[in-house]
């Protein structure tokens, strides 16, 4: 009974991985493998992200190695070594933060391994990599433009306010350069200096600060956040103070995001967002998967570039016109 | 009455004959039944798993003696192997300590903050540290020939610390080490995230980094840390008046107690073992990924515990060894390692990872009835 005993434990010990193993392949000599390592899917933007990037190596014959790091920057260094002992011809990663992806990217350079980072840029060019990533300022700036625009029409100064990603991000960085660029543009529109609400890209930190913003300053009216992630968080704080209205109501908080996720896409067509940023994640993918293969194709084992995406923002005004180009407006239509 | 009138076959042979071979039969099934109890009682009984485990997945992932993977394996095997021999310290004690994670996050940014050369102003100035500790010209000691060795002194600093409140909490105020460390963790991450206002801490010095760099050959410095200290860590274990008395405090502390053994003492001393071990796990780590993470380890504790359990750690405490966490690291680097190279989906690593954990502690169980009987 004993023996029998130790048996099955030993088995209960082996058989999962065995059970998995059944299903693991060996890559083929011939056919180019990539590993895509990303941080995690918390948002709609990475799980798109992820779909995008995934779906365009498939559709080009590429076998896919995926890896999740959920959120920890050892994991994920642990993951690309792993994955670099096993032979792939590159890696693309979506990496916990800039600091992060330079230590990676240093690990691949080593090895010899073609490494590409999407859309969160390495915080300092001390490796080489392939980097894609969404000119942020830009994008910002211009949804932000739209913002002043319909903040001129009512006449009289406005209070804004920024929801800020973790700086650690060079993302959220230049997306709070755009929109001190127009801050700095038209000077006369504002009432006070706009108000710095700290997010850290979480929805927790989000929800608190932006409860102690708006008791602070409750005359609020100009909002932009740096993630379209967060217009839920954004309701249900304006909601209860009466502030969560279609645009054209005397009481609406001119809104505006970055990222063009469903959500926006959503509140667009609701009427209750005035713009948001967009970045062209189909665009992106296919940005990086031919620098990559290029890099691959050519034996190149460091390369080196960074490439832009200019992305557009979609407003109100532009609605009917450039809805169909946003990511995030294609799958809400699709969910619908 | 009816087997005595069944006719005999011819295999059969005489009823001495039948009676002999049940005899030998029932003596091989008791000699692989004693042999099965003798292997499962074993302290190598891990490695003994373990070894099976390779020799199974070797024809499966023949990556897996790549060199290249053995030293993965082994760069991921020492900084697990250090935080979690503290955490053996106090799993004797028939403690645990929740905080290990937020002291190597909180004892990797108090180093860092020594060690740095430089820092971005549009990231720290708003951090409580800037214009005080951190400046653009970086940090305390930033250009100092003594920034490495004073950086690592604060960081076993601020863990011998927070083991100390950990350990002076449940000693002197008698309170439950699960939520003192509870309490202890959440604190100290939220202290390091508010320092550095969430930033990574970068440009640390190149000799701290080279701790963790292996160079051709299997040797790194994180290396000859972790065996340094388990070498240390078994003989005060196995040699000392102290690892004595954790023992006896970890089994009964009231009647270690009544026995004259200094038991608050000893759980003091247990926690801020278990600190510094963390604190060094911390060097290990920042060293690795070349910054003072404020969120370094966070998702930890689940591989921290799980390899204590696995080598055979008894959370019902008095039971523990060294080489019983060596091996039970090894065992969890090694699976998650495989399940890595096998390609599986991240909740499949997790779900078997998980699994393993419950089969472990159940063979655990299984392991203390069988002594029990034996007694």
Not at chain 1, 255 to 278: C, I, N, P, Q, S
Not at chain 2, 192 to 220: C, D, M, V, W
Request: contains cysteine; hydrophobic residues 50%.
């Amino acid at each position: 009974m004993k023996k029998l005993t130790i048996l099955l434990v030993v088995m209960c010990l082996l058989a999962p991985t065995l059970l998995f193993s059944a299903g693991a392949k060996e890559a083929k000599s011939d056919e180019i493998t990539i590993a895509f390592c990303f941080q995690d899917l918390e948002t709609e933007f990475w799980v798109a992200g992820h779909k995008a990037i995934t779906e365009t190596l498939r559709e080009n014959g590429i076998k896919v190695i995926e890896k999740n790091a959920n959120e920890d920057a050892n994991r994920q260094l642990e993951q690309v070594k792993d994955v670099i002992t096993q032979g792939v011809d590159g890696v693309i990663i979506i990496p916990q933060d800039g600091e992060s992806a330079v230590t990676i990217a240093k690990v691949c350079n080593e090895a010899g391994v073609p490494i590409g980072v999407f859309n969160r840029p390495p915080s300092d060019r001390s490796a080489k990599n392939l980097v894609v990533v969404a000119n942020n300022e830009v994008i910002a700036e211009a949804a932000v433009e739209h913002m002043a625009q319909e903040a001129k029409k009512l006449g009289r100064k406005v209070y804004p306010a920024i929801m800020v990603g973790d700086l650690g991000d060079p993302n959220a960085v230049g997306r709070r350069q755009g929109f001190m660029n127009v801050m700095a543009k038209y000077p006369d529109l504002w009432a006070q200096a706009p108000v710095e609400i700290p997010t850290k890209w979480d929805a927790n930190v989000a929800l608190a600060n932006l409860q102690s913003a708006m008791q602070a300053n409750p005359k609020i009216d100009f909002l932009f956040t740096s993630s379209d992630f967060l217009f839920p968080v954004i309701k249900s704080v304006l909601a209860p103070l009466g502030k969560w209205n279609l645009v054209g109501d005397p009481n609406h908080v001119i809104l505006g995001g970055l990222d063009g996720d469903v959500t926006a896409a959503r509140l667009l067509e609701e009427g209750y967002l005035d713009a948001t940023g967009v970045q062209n994640l189909f665009y992106e993918a296919d940005l990086m998967l031919e620098a990559m293969l290029s890099a691959i194709k050519s034996g190149e084992k460091t390369p080196d570039k960074w490439m832009d995406d200019p992305g557009f923002a979609l407003t109100q005004a532009n609605l009917s016109t450039k809805a169909e180009e946003m990511w995030g407006w294609v799958l809400y239509k699709e969910k619908k | 009455m009816k087997q005595s009138l069944r006719k005999q076959r011819p295999d059969e042979g005489t009823p001495m004959m039948q009676k002999t071979a049940l005899t030998a039969s029932s003596r091989t099934i008791t000699m692989h039944a004693s042999l099965a109890k003798r292997l499962l009682l074993s302290e190598y009984f891990v490695l003994y798993l373990t070894i099976l485990y390779i020799l199974v997945l070797t024809p499966i992932i023949p990556r897996l003696w790549h060199p290249m993977n053995i030293q993965n394996i082994l760069s991921n095997m020492w900084p697990l192997l250090v935080v979690a021999i503290g955490q053996t310290f106090v799993l004797i004690l028939a403690g645990i300590d929740l905080s290990q994670t937020s002291v190597m996050a909180m004892s990797s940014v108090i180093g860092a903050v020594v060690m740095t050369s430089s820092a971005d102003p549009i990231l720290f100035s708003k951090s409580p540290l800037w214009g005080v500790l951190l400046s653009e010209q970086g940090g305390l000691l930033g250009a100092s020939a003594f920034a490495v060795p004073v950086g690592i002194l604060a960081m076993l600093a601020v863990g011998l610390f927070i083991g100390f409140l950990n350990g002076f909490s449940v000693a002197y105020f008698k309170m439950p080490p699960f939520i003192v460390t509870l309490v202890s963790m959440m604190l100290f991450s939220a202290m390091a995230i508010y320092l550095t206002k969430s930033e990574n801490i970068r440009h640390l010095p190149q000799a701290y980094l080279q701790i963790s760099k292996t160079k051709g050959s299997f040797i790194s410095g994180s290396l000859i840390i972790a065996l340094f200290l388990a070498i240390i860590a078994h003989i005060v274990l196995t040699r000392t008046l102290f690892g004595k008395r954790l023992y006896a405090v970890g089994i009964n502390t009231t009647a270690s107690e009544i026995s004259g053994v200094p038991a608050k003492t000893t759980i003091i001393a247990a926690y801020m073992l278990s600190g510094a071990c963390a604190a060094i796990a911390g060097v290990l780590y920042s060293s690795r990924l070349e910054m003072g993470r404020p969120t370094l380890g966070s998702t930890l504790f689940i591989d921290i515990v799980g390899a204590n359990i696995i080598g055979g750690i008894s959370l019902a405490g008095g039971k523990g060894k060294v080489t019983w966490t060596i091996f039970g690291v090894f065992f969890f680097i090694i699976l998650a390692n495989s399940l890595n190279m096998l390609n599986l989906s991240f909740y499949i690593i997790d779900m078997v990872k998980g699994s393993v954990i419950l089969v472990a502690a159940l063979l655990d169980v299984a392991r203390n009835s069988i002594r029990k009987s034996q007694m």
